[in-house]
C-alpha cells in the first residue's frame, strides 16, 4: 500500500496548510485537520465569553 502524499498535500493546501507546516504536522494532527467536524466539537460562545472574562489577553 502505498501514501497518497500528492492527494493529501492537495487537500493540506485547500486548506490553507504550506508544504512545509504540511510536512511538519503529526499524524494525530493530519487525522484532526481532516476529520468531519461534529457541532460538539464547537466551543459554544457562551463558553467561549466566560473563558475570555476569565483568561483576558493582556
Known amino acids: 500500500m502505498t501514501t497518497p502524499w500528492g492527494e493529501m498535500l492537495r ?3 485547500g486548506f490553507g496548510v504550506t508544504p512545509a507546516a ?3 504536522l503529526s499524524l494525530r494532527e ?7 467536524r461534529r457541532p460538539h466539537d464547537v466551543l459554544p460562545r457562551d463558553a467561549f465569553e466566560r473563558l475570555a472574562e476569565a483568561w483576558p489577553d493582556d
Do not use: I, Q
Not at 493530519?30 to 468531519?36: A, G, I, Y
Open 30 to 36: 493530519w487525522r484532526l485537520l481532516t476529520s468531519p
Open 11 to 13: 487537500v493540506a493546501a
Open 22 to 24: 504540511f510536512w511538519s
